[in-house]
């Protein structure tokens, strides 16, 4: 079977979250009752002033093809939103629409990584990063985060990963799956690294940089030299509940556009105009609803790191960032995937720290993208569990 297809499908790997999400659905078609903490995708609704606002664009008749980077009046109010929140001039130009964040990391790395050229990537880690490298037949490299530097980067290690054939350098920060943040120290080791280099690039993945629990969002974007340099991902999936609309933008220098737009046009064409004007509705509109996300999931943040902290051979780190605890699982006995297939077993879908790199090993990933109910049954769940193993 293997044979009917291309030779480049071999090196494209995929993201575990969805597997093990449809084998907790089998299970529960079975009867069986899972926690669902293993999606990344807020729990809440889309705001309705978002909802309100493309069902006026479809009825004004925003249904058709659009200019493959995004209409104007959402790349303007993206370069607002940028100017407001990393105090970052950016023009409409410099500011590309796709249909979510991810066409981003997929663009970035067809647009600019030759085979044999090295990638830099956060490990663990969101696992497409390390899919498309090798899809392009480039080098990853990964950069370790450990759970002693509280999950950000080792700047000696950052500056010995760094060489001459070094030609992107992926971050992410707040970081899924860890929920560490980088601080400007950490930005600046990597800005010192490659600031005189034209030949580099950096793809800083931004997607959860409003959901931060401590200090505040730095991008890379912001330190001297470094705009020219970066490719900022950003997007409305996390931020204002809106995953399956599929909204999501690039910042890069202008002459990196037209690239982007090309290949926009040999895939998708263009990002549904009646989902950009939501887009602008989010940007623009009332910010309430977000804020009252935030809150929430800063509660959540609570209840289930000292549950977590409670379960004898498990340990957790407060995340600083995004929706996600990653616990040291280390005591328990069992490797990631086992535990986590022993927990599916047990009524409690979680990812293997492993689906996150080979870094991830020892570790789970808990989203907290569920209500504090929910949260609290599968820590009973996973602590009974373990006491029965
Ligand atoms: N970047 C990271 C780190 C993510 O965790 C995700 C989604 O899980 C994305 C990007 C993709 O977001 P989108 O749904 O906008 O494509």
Not at 99 to 115: C, D, Q
Request: overall charge neutral; aromatic content about 8%.
């Amino acid at each position: 079977m293997d044979s009917v297809f291309a030779e480049r499908m071999k090196s494209l790997g995929t993201e575990t979250g969805f597997e093990v999400l449809a084998k907790a659905r089998a299970l529960e078609k079975q009867g069986k009752d899972i926690v669902h903490l293993e999606i990344g995708e807020p729990d809440f609704d889309t705001p309705k002033n978002i909802k309100d606002a493309a069902v006026r664009a479809i009825n004004a008749d925003y249904t058709h093809y659009v200019p493959s980077v995004g209409v104007p009046e959402l790349r303007q109010a993206i370069a607002d939103h940028i100017f407001k929140t990393r105090n970052l001039n950016v023009s409409p130009e410099e500011v590309v629409v796709t249909s979510g964040g991810k066409p981003i990391m997929f663009y970035t790395i067809l647009a600019l990584v030759n085979p044999g050229d090295e990638v830099l990537y956060p490990n663990p880690g969101f696992s497409t990063y390390e899919s498309l490298i090798n899809f392009v037949g480039a080098k990853p490299v990964p950069i370790p985060l450990e759970e002693k530097n509280d999950f950000s980067l080792d700047h000696e290690y950052v500056k010995k990963a760094i060489t001459k054939r070094t030609k992107l350098i992926i971050i992410n920060s707040p970081e899924n799956p860890t929920g560490g943040i980088l601080t400007r120290e950490d930005l600046k080791a990597i800005a010192d690294g490659i600031v005189n280099r034209d030949d580099v690039f950096v793809l800083s993945d931004e997607i959860y940089s409003r959901i931060i629990y401590e200090g505040k969002h730095e991008s890379i974007t912001a330190l001297p030299g470094m705009k020219d340099k970066t490719i900022l991902l950003d997007g409305f999936s996390k931020t204002y509940a809106m995953t399956g609309w599929r909204l999501g933008y690039g910042v890069m220098r202008k002459d990196l556009t037209p690239k982007f737009a090309q290949l926009i046009t040999n895939s998708n064409s263009c990002t549904s105009a009646f989902t950009q004007m939501a887009g602008v509705e989010a940007l623009t509109g009332p910010q309430n609803e977000e804020e009252k996300m935030i809150t929430e999931f800063r509660k959540r943040r609570e209840v289930i790191v000292k549950g977590l902290n409670n379960i004898k051979g498990i340990t957790c780190n407060k995340p600083r960032g995004a929706f996600y605890a990653f616990p040291n699982i280390k005591g328990t006995g069992m490797n990631s995937r086992e535990l986590g297939e022993y927990l599916m077993n047990n009524g409690i879908a979680v990812l293997p720290g492993t689906s996150f790199g080979k870094y991830g090993e020892g570790y789970l990933r808990l989203s907290f993208a569920n209500s504090v109910e929910n949260i609290k049954k599968a820590l009973d769940r996973i602590a009974e569990a373990l006491e029965k193993h």
